[in-house]
Structure formats: structure tokens, C-alpha cells
């Protein structure tokens, strides 16, 4: 394969996405010319301009000309005219997933960090941790800690997301692996969940150093990984490191952690939710094997602040509105239990399912996922790359709900979902806006209408 030394000048189609937007940052940074494309200019595309990347609508025939090589996200239709056009010129082209492995290799030592969930979470975490090794770091959020989806650093220690969809990561060779879990995902690329493990043990086996591994998953593949080269971690105590002495405190949750049956110390996570005592041992499993000493993984922990749209926070007076990124439902029971910890009198919970496929491979387990909800609201579902699957839309959804028995409406637009929760919502709720789409900006336009204390008087978005 080519290296990046080989393009001083690089077309991104797609490039306002969260990824995509960093890879960006991270080549204009090593000095190549860099622009790019989108069919919506957003906050992240502006944000792109001022950093001296040109950004343009759609389509771009001059710069696609100008530029070396093309690098496309897979949410791109391959009609699209931009790689039409790239292909008639006979550019090279790279696919998201593929760029991200000639990048890894500029660098001498990689940590991957796959998993169903907790990826973004624990990257920023271990990144936070690390950053007097001078990192850097290329994340699937925003991280609040250094307020971008990219961290700049030396050509030392590279820390990205590993994805699984659609074999993503396979093209990326770690140095170390982080292993958060492993669940049924992404089914529309894979045949069924042992295709997908599959997929998953054979990332791991390209790890050169170490594997660390959540120990309650270890189970997938038998005694294969029982030696040296694999670091374990869970709340059980047959783990390498494990959390006892769990206690929770305003949604926020302290422990010690122990290995071998000795503790080590106290953490103090100033983060919402019982799954990130998880993701913190993943990140001090991976530290501690960088040199660091667990009173200085401690006081990182202790102030990590998190990523955007991680259980955070955007209304809180009489009411409290909470955005979170839980599109799947083990993500979902996570955050109505975080929410639970919390002062409240009842959680109303508005889902906007993330693609048709995933509704219906895992639609058992969403017809329990919103058990501890007080209300549930479903919206239309955000389709991103996909048609409508009959039995997978969000009215199916709803309907189901419904059946069993839960307390659910079903929404298509934001004005009528607005009005709802305005005649519904009593001191002390707390308002939980999920999913992976568009429901985010939802959840700030229902925040800045509670915020002026009055209805929004601009024409309010048609839901996706």
C-alpha cells in the first residue's frame, strides 16, 4: 500500500463527519493542502475553515482536480458525483477506515480501542491520562478536556478508535488493543454474531504488544488468549484489575481498584454512570503498562470531564435535560440507570432509533430496554446510509411498546413532540434525549426553549 508521504494534497468527501473532520486536521497539520465536502455545512465544517481547510457544498470540481488523493467516508454512495468524477480521473481513492491505517503507521506506537461500547468514552480517558506522553489523539466525539475531536501530538503515541463496522479496524495493526465488550451490532454487515466475534478475534491476534480485555468477554474465545500477552479487567475478582468497594454519589461513582487481590487505590470518577467504573479500568490497565503510577492515573481520573453527548448535561432549572449518544439498547438501560441515580420524580426518555437494521436485528432487546423509563417517546427513524426495512422503523417500535404495555408515544415532527413534554414535564424530571442522528440538535432547541421561558418562534425542524 502507498504511504502518506506519497500526497501532499488530500479531497475528503464527507469530511464534516466526526472523524473524518479529524483526519482532516491531522494532514493539514502535517503540512498537506486539505479541503473537502459535504452535503450539510455544520459547526464542525465552519470549524474546519478556520482552520485554514476549505470546505464546499456538495461538490467541488476544481479542488477534486488539484488534489492527489481522494479519501471518502463509507456512509458515501459510490454514484456519488464526487467519486464519479474521482474515478473517471483515475485518482487514488481511500476509503475512511483505509486512510486511518496509513496513518497509524506513521506512527511508532499504536493503542486501538474497539468494543460495542465505551469506545469514545475510554479514548478520551486514556488520552487524558496520557497527555504528558504527548499523544496524539483522534477520537470520535468532542472531548471536553481538550475541546476538539483531535489532539495534536508527537509522532510517538497515536490513540484512535477502532470501529467494527463493516471490518473497519482490520486495517489498522495496534500495538496495544482495548477491548470494551463485544454485543450484537452492525448486523446489516455481518451474517450473525459469531461472524462478527470472528471479525473481532482477528483484529485482536494483529496486537504486537498487549491486549486488554474486558474479562466477561474472554468467554467468546475459549482459553486462546490465556497468556501473557492478555491484560484483563471487570468488577469480577477473577480479573487482572477489578473494582471493589463500589459506591455511588450523585450519579458519580468511586471504587478501589485491585490486582491479584491487592488494592491499588481509590478512584474518584467525576463522571454519570456505573459503565464507566468499566471503562476507567480498561483506562488505567492500558497506563499502568505505559510507566505511570496509579496516584497519577488517579488524579487524571478524578478530573476527566468526558466527551460531548455523554450523559451531558444541557437544561438544568425545575427540570433537567440530558443529551446522551445511546443508540443501542445495553446503551440505553445504561443511561436511564444513570439517570435513575439522580434526584428526580419521573425520566422521560426520547429515543430516535439510528438506522433500520439495528432496529430490527436487536429488536427484543429493545422492547426491554426502556423498562425504568417513566414515559417513552419513539421518533422516526434516522436512516443515515439506509431505505426503510419493514418490522424496523420506529412505528414498529412504538407499536410493540405499546403491546407490552409501556407508556410511549410516537413522534414524526419536533412541534408536536415540544408541546408534549411542555404539558407533561413536573419539577425535578429529567428529560433524556437518545440516539445517534440528528436527536441531539432536538435536545438543544427543546433546552433553549425552556431556557427563554417561552416557545421557539422559528420554524422548528422536520424529524429525519
Do not use: W
Request: hydrophobic fraction near 40%; charge should be positive.
Amino acid at each position: 500500500m502507498c504511504n502518506l508521504n506519497d500526497y501532499k494534497s488530500i479531497y475528503f468527501v464527507g469530511v464534516g463527519g466526526i472523524s473524518m473532520s479529524a483526519l482532516a486536521k491531522l494532514m493539514k497539520s502535517k503540512g498537506k493542502f486539505v479541503c473537502g465536502c459535504d452535503d450539510v455545512l455544520s459547526d464542525i465544517t465552519k470549524k474546519l475553515e478556520t482552520f485554514g481547510i476549505p470546505v464546499y457544498l456538495n461538490f467541488c470540481e476544481q479542488a477534486l482536480k488539484e488534489c492527489e488523493l481522494v479519501v471518502y467516508t463509507n456512509a458515501i454512495q459510490q454514484n456519488n458525483k464526487n467519486l464519479v468524477l474521482a474515478k473517471k480521473l483515475k485518482k487514488p481513492i481511500l476509503e475512511r477506515a483505509e486512510f486511518l491505517g496509513l496513518v497509524c503507521k506513521e506512527y511508532k506506537t499504536v493503542i486501538a480501542v474497539c468494543g460495542t461500547h465505551g469506545k469514545t468514552t475510554t479514548t478520551a480517558m486514556i488520552a487524558h491520562i496520557l497527555k504528558d506522553k504527548n499523544p496524539t489523539v483522534h477520537i470520535g466525539g468532542i472531548s471536553k478536556d481538550f475541546d476538539d475531536n483531535l489532539l495534536f501530538g508527537s509522532n510517538e503515541l497515536f490513540i484512535t478508535e477502532a470501529c467494527e463496522y463493516n471490518k473497519s479496524f482490520l486495517h489498522i495493526n495496534p500495538t496495544y488493543t482495548i477491548v470494551t465488550n463485544i454485543e450484537p451490532d452492525h448486523m446489516d454487515c455481518y451474517k450473525d454474531f459469531n461472524e462478527l466475534k470472528s471479525v473481532f478475534h482477528k483484529f485482536i491476534c494483529k496486537t504486537s504488544k498487549k491486549v486488554v480485555f474486558n474479562h466477561n468477554f474472554l468467554q467468546f474465545y475459549d482459553d486462546f488468549f490465556a497468556n501473557d500477552k492478555i491484560i484483563t479487567f471487570s468488577l469480577n475478582d477473577n480479573s487482572t484489575y477489578f473494582a471493589t468497594n463500589i459506591k455511588e454519589k450523585n450519579g458519580c461513582y468511586s471504587f478501589v481498584v485491585n490486582t491479584r487481590q491487592t488494592p491499588l487505590a481509590k478512584i474518584k470518577l467525576n463522571v454519570v454512570g456505573l459503565h464507566n467504573v468499566q471503562n476507567a479500568l480498561a483506562a488505567i490497565a492500558i497506563c499502568l503498562e505505559f510507566g505511570l503510577s496509579i496516584s497519577e492515573i488517579a488524579k487524571q481520573l478524578k478530573t476527566f470531564q468526558n466527551v460531548d453527548r455523554r450523559f451531558q448535561v444541557l437544561f438544568n432549572k425545575n427540570v433537567l435535560v440530558i443529551s446522551d449518544y445511546a443508540h443501542h439498547p445495553t446503551e440505553i438501560k445504561a443511561s436511564i440507570m444513570a439517570a435513575k441515580k439522580l434526584k428526580h420524580r419521573k425520566i422521560i426518555c426520547i429515543f430516535e432509533p439510528h438506522t433500520y437494521s439495528r432496529t430490527l436485528t436487536l429488536f427484543k432487546e429493545f422492547l426491554y430496554a426502556f423498562d425504568e423509563a417513566d414515559k417513552t417517546i419513539i421518533l422516526k427513524t434516522y436512516a443515515a446510509r439506509e431505505k426503510p426495512i419493514e418490522g424496523g422503523t420506529g412505528f414498529d417500535l412504538f407499536l410493540a411498546l405499546k403491546e407490552k404495555g409501556l407508556d410511549v408515544d410516537y413522534y414524526e415532527s419536533t412541534r408536536p413532540l415540544f408541546d408534549k413534554l411542555d404539558k407533561i414535564k413536573e419539577p425535578n424530571d429529567i428529560i433524556l434525549f437518545l440516539g445517534a442522528g440528528t436527536i441531539n440538535s432536538f435536545a438543544i432547541d427543546y433546552a433553549k426553549r425552556l431556557q427563554n421561558g417561552k416557545k421557539i418562534k422559528k420554524k422548528l425542524p422536520k424529524l429525519s
